[in-house]
């Protein structure tokens, strides 16, 4: 008897054992990434807003997309961000519909805003007819989802460096007011829980990628590339970028001392060093963390169309930007709310000007808080409503808004989104970090 007993509590204790690793193996942050290169064979014409994309005779750097996705036990998102000035949830909800294993709200499509790559918006002009190469665009939903998946097929064990802190150095500026802009870096870097290994680096930053711009017959990553190329050089993982509070107007500071601008390549490596330089920099002296929490939360929100040429552009783009059935006066998008270990990140669909950003990020839960700019959408620049048509310097921004109140409902919706969800982590001791 007394052996049966003994024979029955250790199978007890060895199911426990097997049960309890078990449990704590599936609470184990996971991360994966993998990309994909979108560049067109032959050069298709490169977009740089509202309006005919101008013909590209050659190309600097590939254009890519770039996924990664993280996972802890029921809890799982993913990120994917393409070389292109913007990518509208049309083509974004075709490939979350072909990705397996993430619910459609849980996968954040965005764009760099690189200003030297094909039209994805499918511009209509005056007449209605576009310069977009829709096949090349359905070639792109595929290769987006493809990414997606291998990065959740890629999922394994993972702990996290995180950072947030000024970039020094000539990077970026405002054109219109040039000490307007927010000069924070925030970085997310993944690192393989078993062999040490960077899995990728994703860094946020607001800047206009546009030191070639598409006027010079170029497609091109702009600035983007070399920072890709730095990262992966120096780390062996996979480099992501995603844009920030960009709008009115943050671009790169290309100023020479004599008052012209440096347009060419060498000025992109220039400023995509010295940017993946910082952004490694920034994460030198920050400790890991070991066992993150995750948490994702999506809310669908509206925005009316006031401007005529923003509403000609919903309704006229053959890739039925506007969805069939909805008023011409409203448009809605996706808002997503992450957080990731101390971090929180929150998405704006468009170019929000930098005092929005300012705002929201000081309002945000986090230890480090992101901004992921032209995220799930891309409409134009998202201004407040006393800035809204009030300058002479803002009649582009103003033209190229959805409407007065876009500023103030994207705000409202944000801290709302705020409020209904769990506080990021607590930022971890020093004794736990080492």
């Not at 590939?62 to 998102?77: I, M, P, Q, S, Y």
């Not at 007449?127 to 290769?143: F, N, P, R, S």
């Not at 998946?149 to 950072?163: F, G, H, T, V």
């Amino acid at each position: 008897m007394k052996l049966f007993l003994v024979k029955q509590m250790a199978l007890l204790i060895g199911l426990l054992a097997v049960y309890g690793l078990s449990d704590m193996a599936a609470q184990q942050l996971k991360v994966g990434a993998a990309k994909r290169v979108l560049t067109p064979h032959p050069l298709l014409p490169v977009s740089g807003g509202v309006g005919m994309p101008k013909p590209a005779q050659r190309q600097l750097g590939d254009l890519f997309v770039r996924a990664v996705a993280f996972e802890k036990g029921e809890t799982r998102f993913a990120v994917a961000v393409i070389d292109n000035l913007g990518w509208p949830a049309a083509l974004g909800n075709r490939s979350r519909a072909l990705v397996k294993g993430i619910p459609p709200e849980h996968i954040l499509i965005g764009a760099t805003h690189t200003h030297s790559g094909p039209d994805a918006y499918a511009f209509p002009n005056e007449k209605g007819e576009t310069g977009a190469d829709l096949a090349y665009l359905d070639w792109c939903v595929q290769e987006v989802a493809a990414a997606i998946n291998e990065a959740i097929d890629k999922l394994a064990p993972a702990k996290l460096k995180i950072a947030e802190g000024e970039a020094k150095g000539r990077i970026a500026y405002n054109y219109y007011a040039p000490q307007l802009y927010d000069p924070r870096c925030n970085v997310i870097q993944a690192i393989g829980k078993e062999d040490g290994k960077v899995i990728a680096t994703l860094v946020n930053y607001a800047i206009h990628p546009e030191v070639l711009g598409n006027s010079r017959g170029i497609l091109s990553p702009d600035l983007c590339g070399p920072l890709y190329e730095r990262i992966e050089a120096r780390t062996d993982g996979m480099a992501l970028f995603v844009n920030g509070a960009l709008g009115g107007m943050v671009t790169a500071d290309n100023r020479r001392d004599d008052g012209s601008e440096a347009n060419d390549w060498e000025e992109c490596k220039r400023i995509g060093y010295l940017l993946a330089d910082e952004a490694l920099r920034l994460l030198e002296e920050v400790p890991l963390q070991e066992n993150p929490s995750l948490f994702c939360r999506a809310k669908t929100i509206s925005f009316p169309v006031e401007s005529p040429l923003m509403r000609f552009i919903l309704t006229h783009s053959p890739l039925q930007i506007h969805t069939a059935g909805t008023p011409a006066d409203s448009i809605s998008t996706q808002l997503n709310l992450l957080n990731i270990g101390t971090a929180q990140v929150l998405t704006i669909p468009g170019e929000a000007l930098p005092n929005i950003g300012y705002y929201l990020k000081r309002k945000m839960n986090g230890q480090q808080n992101f901004l992921f700019g032209l995220m799930n959408d891309g409409f134009g620049y998202i201004l407040s409503k006393v800035d809204y048509n009030s300058f002479k310097r803002y009649s582009y921004i103003t033209e190229t808004s959805l409407g007065e109140m876009t500023g103030e409902i994207l705000i409202e919706e944000a801290l709302n989104l705020m409020q209904q969800s769990p506080a990021p982590d607590e930022p971890p001791s020093p004794a736990t970090s080492k």
